[in-house]
C-alpha cells in the first residue's frame, strides 16, 4: 500500500506541473485550424472462441513459461472472428493481487505508435507537412535540417534527451514536461549523434517532439487531442496518459511493474512528464481497438498505409512511420514496435493485410518474446501460415519453441 501511495503522490505533482504548463505560447500554426473530428468508430472485438484444442496448446505455452519465472502478463491473439486472451501472474505481488484481461500497462514506446498516428492524421488533412523542417512548426528549434519525416523514422541524428536532460534538469523531484524539453534542446543546442537524414538511430527525442507538433498545430495539450480524436472515437476506454492523475486513481486494474520477477520497480522519475515517445497505459484489448480502427482505415486512410508501412530506415532496423517492419517474411506484411519502461514491456504485432494480431503486455521484465516466436505461438491457433498462389518468395521456417530474447524497445 506504501507503493501505492508514493506512486499516487508522484502523479499528483506531474499533473500540476504537466497542466501548468500549458498556458506556453504557441505559434501561430494554430490559429484558425479546424479539424475534422474523428467520428465515433467504437471498433468491435472478435467474439468467437478459437478451438479448445488449440486453446490448450498456447494455454500451455504460457503457464508453463510463467511457472518458471519467465511471464508475468496479458496475451492476446486475435483474427478478424476469433480472440484469446488470458492474464498470468500477479499485478501486485506484495499484496498477491492476480492480473486479468482489463489489467493497465504502461505500454512505454508502444506508445509512439499513437503519436505516429496522431501526426500522419493531421498530415492527411494538410495541416502538417512531413516534408517540411520542424522549425517551421517548433519556434526557435536549432536543427535547421531536421524535417518532421526525419522524426518519424528516427533519421533526425538528435540526442536523446533522456540524457542531455539531466545536467540541466536540477530539481529531479519535480517532473518535466514536452515544453520544457524542448526549451533545454533550444538553449543547449545538444550536439546531434550523426547528420540528419543519413542514417537511422532510434532516439525517444524524435517522438517527445512530434507531441509538441500536435500541441503547436491543433492548440491543444497533446494529451487532450489524442483522447478526442483517437481514444474516445475508438472506444479505447480503459487507455489514458501519466498525467492524468484521476484516471489513474479511478482505475480498478493497476499493476506494478517490476524488475526481474519480484523486485519493483521505481514507479515514476522527473522524464515521465514528456510525453509522445512514451506515457500511455493501456490494456491488450484497448491496442486490439487501436489495431482494429487502423486496419479498416479508419483513422489512417488506405493511401497512407503504404508510407506508414514503408521501410524508410535499412535492413539492420527496418522502420516506417511509428511502427518496425519485420521483413523476414517476404510475402508477408509484418509491423510491430515493442516497449520498455518502469519494469513493464509489451509487444504489440500486426499482420494488417491477414487481419491477425499479436498483443503480449507484461509487468516483470525477466524475458521477452522475438517477432518469429510469436508468429509461431500464434500458429498454434491460426494454424500455419499458406502464401498466396503464384507466390514464390522465401519465408523463414519457424521452429515451435524459439529463443525468446528480443531487447529493442
Keep these: 500500500m506504501a507503493c501505492r501511495y508514493i506512486y499516487t503522490l508522484v502523479l499528483l505533482v506531474i499533473a500540476a506541473v504537466f497542466t501548468a504548463g500549458k498556458d506556453h505560447k504557441t505559434s501561430s500554426a494554430a490559429e484558425n485550424v479546424e ?60 499484496a498477491r493481487e492476480r492480473l486479468n484481461t482489463q489489467s493497465v500497462f504502461q505500454i512505454a514506446s508502444i506508445s509512439k505508435t499513437i503519436t505516429a498516428t496522431a501526426v500522419i492524421m493531421l498530415a492527411q488533412d494538410s495541416l502538417i507537412d512531413l516534408s517540411s ?11 535547421s535540417r531536421v524535417t518532421v519525416e526525419m522524426l518519424l523514422n528516427h533519421k533526425s541524428g538528435l540526442a536523446d534527451y533522456t540524457k542531455f536532460c539531466f545536467g540541466s534538469w536540477k530539481d529531479l523531484s519535480r517532473p518535466m514536461s514536452n515544453e520544457d524539453m524542448l526549451s533545454i534542446m533550444i538553449r543547449r543546442r545538444p550536439r546531434s549523434y550523426m547528420a540528419a537524414g543519413h542514417h537511422y538511430r532510434y532516439c525517444n527525442t524524435n517522438y517527445a517532439l512530434l507531441a509538441c507538433i500536435v500541441e503547436r498545430i ?15 472515437p475508438v472506444g479505447m476506454e480503459n487507455t489514458f496518459f501519466v498525467t492524468e492523475v484521476d484516471k489513474m486513481k479511478s482505475h480498478q486494474n493497476q499493476t506494478m511493474g517490476y524488475s526481474g520477477q519480484r523486485v519493483p520497480e521505481e514507479a515514476l522519475n522527473f522524464l515521465d512528464g514528456v510525453l509522445g515517445d ?29 508510407k506508414v508501412y514503408k521501410n524508410y530506415t535499412d535492413t539492420v532496423h527496418p522502420y516506417g512511420y511509428g511502427w518496425r517492419i519485420y521483413e523476414g517474411y517476404k510475402d508477408r506484411m509484418v509491423v510491430y514496435h515493442n516497449g520498455w519502461w518502469h519494469g513493464y514491456r509489451g509487444r504489440f504485432l500486426r499482420l494488417p493485410r ?56
Design 218 to 232: 491543433t492548440g491543444e495539450g497533446f494529451a487532450t487531442w489524442v483522447h478526442k480524436n483517437i481514444f474516445e
Design 278 to 306: 512514451k506515457g500511455v497505459y493501456s490494456t491488450v484489448e484497448d491496442l486490439l481497438k487501436f489495431d482494429r480502427a487502423l486496419t479498416a482505415g479508419f483513422l489512417v486512410s488506405p493511401q497512407w498505409e503504404g
Design 35 to 94: 479539424f475534422k473530428f474523428a467520428k465515433l468508430y467504437r471498433v468491435a472485438l472478435p467474439t468467437e472462441s478459437f478451438p479448445e484444442d488449440k486453446i490448450k496448446s498456447i494455454d500451455r505455452y504460457f503457464r508453463d513459461r510463467s511457472i518458471r519465472g519467465y511471464f508475468n502478463g496479458v496475451v492476446l491473439v486475435a483474427d478478424t472472428t476469433h480472440i484469446f486472451t488470458k492474464a498470468y501472474g500477479y499485478a501486485n505481488r506484495s
Design 354 to 409: 491477414e487481419g491477425k494480431t499479436v498483443i503480449i503486455l507484461e509487468n516483470a521484465t525477466r524475458g521477452s518474446f522475438s517477432v518469429p516466436t510469436l508468429i509461431s505461438v500464434s500458429e498454434r491457433l491460426f494454424g500455419k501460415y499458406v502464401p498466396p498462389v503464384n507466390t514464390q518468395a522465401d519465408t523463414l521456417s519457424v521452429a515451435e519453441v524459439l529463443p525468446e530474447l528480443d531487447e529493442e524497445s
Design 133 to 143: 523542417p520542424v522549425s517551421r512548426y517548433l519556434q526557435g528549434f536549432p536543427y
